[in-house]
């Protein structure tokens, strides 16, 4: 028998005491583990592998299952890790599947990038490429983004292993998909205790719209009604198949009345419910619902689809295609260069202060020394100083704005929160020389705070899922969060309403951030990636997504955007002696100071 782990010396298992770490150390032996784990299960896999290989050396051909050397290891496999034989050889199927169909995934595992419970996920989501011509490449593509620094949700990881087959092989896809829609079909099973389940295969649209509706239904009952959400769509399933009415079941009465957003319809307007309306995200690059590539899709509660399946939904009666991009106009012709006046002669005046003003010179605050394309009119008799002033600045303010928005030689890049990113990006590459790019607006007219609505829409199709590391929560039903706290008295100060410094987050992450000591961080790589941090009150840093939006539509990173920062406010002194900033402002300026620490330290690691 081998000596058990806990009588080995610390130092050679890596495992100390855990009453003896505190919290940072503590996480980090989680993380040391969780390596290591990966490490063993690799190894268990590349023993399975080696017994499976030596028995079929040694097997004799015969027609006897018992004699075959996968009964025969996986027999072996269940006494040696105490399994079944069932589930012995689901883990044999496996160990094969990284040693012939995914060697690189395999030594992914082996370094401890991948967690051993996803492996199981990668297996049965690959067995379609057995064999083929393209499995190699699916499987240094998908080791590849294994190796990208980041965390893994179940959904993201699902996603990524679609999108990497759907990218190598669509024809392999196309057929697939056909032969998944001829076994469409509803089936039945008797279950005990006078229960039965109830299963369907229909296309991914339908049912993500009847999940939508159950759910729907699910929440439109009170709060005092005795079921949980997955016995109230049970029961709304069966109340919209039967045609009959879907009821809150609280105990209403006169001092607590029920507050169910449920409304009866008569018979023939349909189910009596909530708002029917159900709109269902479906994103595909314009290339492909032209025919141009295969690139693969997303479909919001599903995940990524095939080419030809979001072609297919674009062509619907019911789809509403809404292109997201940049639009280009013909850049102005340029303005003929003034003739100047020649210089005058030594000692002689010159004919007003304007005409002596560079056109590159900062605007002056003094209301003669404003250079405008209106004439120079003196102030008359009733305009005061301050007015003339204000309305100096408003002038330069508005111009500024004009020559930022209209004329470009280039598109701007996105703002990026440190040196050197985006530094491998071509941004020539976007327009046409002739043509200048219309930047998109980041925020409502007049609101700095809300994002617009194109803005809105990029950022769930740039994140898919909630921001927060290994959260599988939708980005359609997630809040959009500002990286740095939005500063409602200065905005200049902080909170930029950009791309470049928003981010989906859902409810239960977007209240952990909001009202505890977490602090999260939001840059853009050299890739031109959105990429987050998750700082611990403790001060440990994790990694936000490995894998998003941005790495299936590659063109969102090339969108631009105006820069619509506020101007700072001015201030009046205040007439008593006051805080000079309130709790929340200490509590924001201490968060972005350790925003800045942990920039800093990220840019020393990469030199």
């Known amino acids: 028998m081998f000596e058990p782990w806990p009588s080995l010396d610390p130092s050679i298992t890596g495992i100390a005491p855990a009453n003896a770490l505190r919290a940072n150390d503590l996480l980090a032996s989680i993380e040391r583990a969780l390596t290591g784990q990966g490490y063993l299960e690799w190894a268990r896999y590349a023993y399975a592998a080696e017994l499976h290989r030596q028995l079929e050396a040694e097997s004799v051909a015969s027609h006897d299952f018992l004699q075959d050397a996968y009964v025969q290891a996986a027999a072996r496999l269940a006494l040696a890790n105490r399994l079944s034989q069932t589930a012995a050889e689901s883990h044999l199927t496996c160990a094969l599947a990284l040693r012939d169909r995914l060697p690189n995934v395999a030594l992914a595992l082996k370094d401890g990038l991948v967690a051993a419970h996803h492996i199981?996920?990668?297996?049965?989501?690959t067995d379609l490429i057995e064999g083929t011509d393209?499995?190699?490449?699916?499987?240094?593509?998908?080791?590849e983004n294994l190796r990208n620094k980041g965390s893994w949700s179940t959904r993201a990881m699902r996603d990524m292993i679609d999108a990497a087959i759907f990218r190598r092989d669509p024809d392999l896809i196309r057929e697939d998909r056909k032969d998944a829609k001829d076994k469409r079909g509803v089936w039945s099973e008797g279950e005990q205790n006078g229960m039965g389940t109830l299963t369907a295969t229909l296309s991914a649209e339908y049912t993500a719209m009847i999940m939508k509706r159950l759910e729907m239904l699910a929440k439109s009952t009170c709060r005092r009604d005795p079921r949980k959400k997955?016995?109230?769509?049970?029961?709304?399933?069966?109340?919209?198949?039967?045609?009959?009415?879907f009821e809150c079941l609280c105990d209403e009465d006169e001092e607590y009345p029920c507050l169910a957003e449920i409304w009866p319809l008569p018979r023939t307007q349909g189910i009596g419910g909530v708002d029917v309306?159900?709109?269902?995200?479906?994103?595909?690059?314009?290339?492909t619902l032209d025919g141009e590539d295969d690139e693969p899709g997303y479909l919001e509660g599903h995940g990524v689809i095939s080419a030809e399946h979001a072609r297919d939904l674009a062509k619907q009666d019911t789809t509403k295609?809404?292109?997201t991009g940049n639009r280009t106009r013909p850049k102005p012709e340029p303005e003929p260069q003034r003739q100047t006046d020649p210089q005058p002669a030594a000692g002689s005046e010159p004919e007003s202060r304007a005409a002596q003003t560079h056109s590159d010179s900062p605007p002056s605050t003094d209301p003669a020394g404003d250079v405008t394309d209106e004439p120079e009119v003196s102030p008359g008799p009733s305009e005061t100083k301050a007015e003339t002033e204000r309305a100096g600045n408003r002038k330069a303010r508005r111009a500024a704005k004009k020559a930022a928005t209209t004329?470009?030689?280039?598109?701007?890049p996105p703002r990026s929160s440190r040196i050197g990113d985006l530094g491998n990006v071509d941004w020539d590459a976007i327009k046409p020389p002739d043509f200048e790019v219309i930047p998109l607006p980041p925020v409502k007219p007049g609101d700095h705070y809300r994002p617009s609505a194109v803005l809105d829409a990029h950022l769930r199709m740039r994140d898919l899922y909630c921001m927060w590391p290994g959260c599988n929560q939708s980005a359609w039903t997630a809040d959009l969060d500002h990286s740095t706290e939005y500063n409602h008295k200065d905005p200049a100060a902080g909170g930029h309403t950009h791309p470049t410094g928003m981010k989906a987050l859902c409810r239960f992450h977007h209240l952990l951030k909001t009202h505890a000591d977490w602090v999260d961080d939001q840059y853009v790589d050299r890739q031109g990636r959105t990429r987050t941090v998750v700082i611990t009150p403790e001060g440990r840093t994790y990694d936000g997504p490995a894998w998003t939006g941005d790495d299936l539509f590659p063109a969102l990173r090339r969108i631009v955007w105006e820069d619509t920062a506020p101007a700072p406010p001015r201030r009046r002194p205040p007439d008593q002696p006051a805080r000079t900033r309130s709790r929340t402002e200490a509590k924001h300026q201490r968060r972005q100071q350790e925003r800045n620490r942990n920039r800093l330290r990220r840019e020393l690691l990469d030199e």
């Not at 393209?134 to 080791?143: G, M, P, S, T």
Request: hydrophobic share 45%; charged share 25%; net charge positive.
């Open 120 to 125: 199981s996920k990668i297996v049965s989501r």
């Open 134 to 143: 393209h499995a190699a490449d699916i499987d240094r593509d998908i080791a």
């Open 230 to 245: 997955p016995q109230r769509m049970s029961d709304a399933l069966f109340a919209i198949t039967m045609g009959r009415e």
């Open 277 to 287: 309306k159900i709109v269902l995200h479906a994103i595909a690059n314009q290339s």
């Open 321 to 323: 295609v809404r292109p």
């Open 407 to 412: 004329t470009m030689n280039m598109p701007a």
